[in-house]
């Protein structure tokens, strides 16, 4: 089948959705096309969700200046679309007076790059404000703008406020070949029909150097880089409220402790050249790297509140800097390639970039109205008891807790699965509404959950998956009863 639109967008991680969001702006027909089941399955879920002050990126790189804009951008744009987030600030410490040096020249990095407030704090200091720090810290650089976000909420916030303006969403369609036409136009082969547009934007993550390559005479080479996690549950009382970071190295920015939006507690990444872009397994020596060094920041983790451990891959490119603009060589098309971090505090600005070149080139018009999107900021769980009452008298739904960890409603679990770019699947209900984030990871609520997504979008409980693809929840003897019982 043959497709056409002004504009493709390809990927829908969070600077994909940022994009579709800019571009819904303006009077033109545009598409997203994601590989995977949902948007946010590529870093944009799997990243340490902090909102960098941007002291860490070489001065007059791209890195430096999108991340400083983009976090400048980011509390309004949550705010406004009801993301959680939280300045909490950020601490790099150190050790020793080697490491004093680094966070010197971090903290003149910093002010190249217009980070406010940076300061170097000395031992005593550092340990009043964090008193479970490893006692052996000397100094820490302290950047009181550094902040935390839910990095895949903020991605279908995105993609939910650009489809209620008009911008179609294609998931499980993979493009696998771009060319341009003599006439100026793209064709995108994809694996659910062909696309011709006038204009293309590169926004595919770890893949998006080989799709630079089939379009570029400068080749880009990518260099998937894989970070594993340690997350523990939410304890009574955080033991840290900044994110703690140790001196970064050659392969980034280190290991972190970090509280969540959530009141979880994080620990990682890792930092592994790998060969495969979709190889998001964990591993043993990755995890015990992390726990090791996580224990150099706080001497008392410990692993017995651990709940999950996971891994996203960082689109490091060779020249070690974003390539964000027009794709060289090749007129109409555009792209966001190397967005490793600080991608996600970036995500608006580079979108915000993007946007206003194509607007130019193509010479849009801007729409004279908007229908601004807002996810539902205060979940039920965070309400005052008068108000959960009140909730309940006017949706009963809201009464049925389906995940008691989480204390997620019925109610919140169907709002989810409605929304413009609404939820297909287990993880994909999970992400927003984290019913299935706790302790028991889903083990009681997931049958509830694939009840509601079956009775909501008219499927066979057979067909319901736990992330897409063939991750059917029945399968086995399960899944023959199941269809017998549909049959009969
Ligand atoms: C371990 C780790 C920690 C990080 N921590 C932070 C942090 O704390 N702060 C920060 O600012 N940044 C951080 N980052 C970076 C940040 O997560 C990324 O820069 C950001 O998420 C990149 O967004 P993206 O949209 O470019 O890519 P992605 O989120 O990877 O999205 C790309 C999308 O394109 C899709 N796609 C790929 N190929 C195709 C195709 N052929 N057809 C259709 N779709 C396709 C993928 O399925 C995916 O959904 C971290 C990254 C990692 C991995």
Redesign the pocket.
């Known amino acids: 089948m043959d497709f056409s639109t002004d504009l493709l967008i390809?990927?829908?991680?969070?600077?994909?959705?940022a994009l579709a969001r800019e571009m819904s702006r303006y009077r033109l027909s545009a598409v997203l096309?994601?590989?995977?089941g949902d948007?946010?399955?590529?870093?944009?879920?799997?990243?340490?969700?902090?909102?960098?002050a941007g002291f860490d990126a070489v001065p007059g790189s791209l890195k430096a200046k999108y991340?400083v804009e983009g976090a400048r951008m980011l509390p309004a744009l949550c705010e406004a679309l009801g993301v959680p987030w939280r300045r909490n600030g950020a601490l790099v410490i150190g050790f020793s007076e080697e490491e004093r040096a680094v966070l010197a020249e971090l903290l003149e990095r910093g002010r190249r790059n217009g980070v406010e407030g940076l300061r170097i704090l000395e031992r005593d200091e550092v340990l009043a404000l964090e008193p479970n720090l490893n006692p052996e810290v000397c100094c820490a650089l302290e950047a009181p703008t550094g902040a935390i976000v839910s990095?895949y909420e903020l991605?279908f916030a995105l993609a939910d406020d650009a489809a209620l303006n008009g911008v179609d969403f294609r998931l499980d369609?993979?493009?696998?070949r771009i060319s341009r036409r003599e006439d100026g136009t793209f064709r995108v082969e994809?694996n659910r029909g062909d696309w011709t547009c006038r204009a293309v934007v590169n926004?595919?993550?770890?893949?998006?150097a080989?799709?630079h390559n089939q379009l570029s005479p400068r080749k880009l080479e990518n260099v998937p880089?894989?970070?594993q996690?340690y997350l523990l549950d939410r304890p009574e009382t955080l033991p840290f409220q900044h994110t703690v970071f140790q001196c970064p190295s050659r392969m980034g920015k280190g290991v972190l402790v970090t509280p969540t939006v959530h009141g979880n507690v994080l620990l990682?990444?890792s930092a592994e050249d790998i060969d495969d872009p979709l190889d998001t397994a964990t591993t043993q020596d990755g995890l015990d790297f992390v726990l090791s060094r996580a224990r150099r920041t706080w001497p008392a983790v410990s692993t017995r509140s651990n709940i999950t451990n996971f891994?996203?891959?960082?689109?490091h490119e060779s020249g070690d800097d974003f390539v964000v603009g027009p794709t060289e060589g090749c007129p109409h098309a555009w792209e966001?390639v190397g967005?490793?971090?600080?991608?996600?505090?970036?995500?608006p600005a580079i979108a915000r970039a993007l946007a206003e070149q194509i607007a130019a080139e193509l010479s849009l018009e801007e729409k004279a109205e908007r229908v601004p999107f807002r996810a539902p900021s205060v979940p039920f769980r965070d309400l005052s008891p008068e108000a959960r009452a009140a909730a309940v008298k006017a949706d009963p739904r809201q009464g049925v807790v389906v995940c008691r960890c989480e204390v997620v409603t019925e109610a919140e679990i169907r709002e989810a699965i409605r929304r413009p770019v609404g939820a297909r699947s287990i993880d994909a209900v999970k992400r927003r509404t984290r019913a299935g984030m706790g302790r028991c990871q889903g083990g009681f609520c997931s049958p509830r959950v694939a009840a509601i997504l079956a009775e909501e979008l008219g499927l066979p409980l057979t067909e319901i998956t736990k992330n897409g693809g063939e991750s059917f929840l029945l399968t086995g003897t399960l899944r023959e009863e199941a269809e017998r019982s549909v049959r009969e």
């Open positions: 390809i990927g829908g991680g969070v600077v994909g959705c096309l994601e590989r995977a948007v946010a399955e590529g870093a944009s879920k799997a990243n340490s969700g902090i909102i960098h991340n990095p991605t369609t993979a493009v696998r994809t926004c595919a993550g770890a893949s998006a080989e799709l880089r894989r970070g996690y990682g990444p891994s996203g891959i960082r689109a966001a967005i490793e971090s600080p991608g996600l505090s970036s995500a």
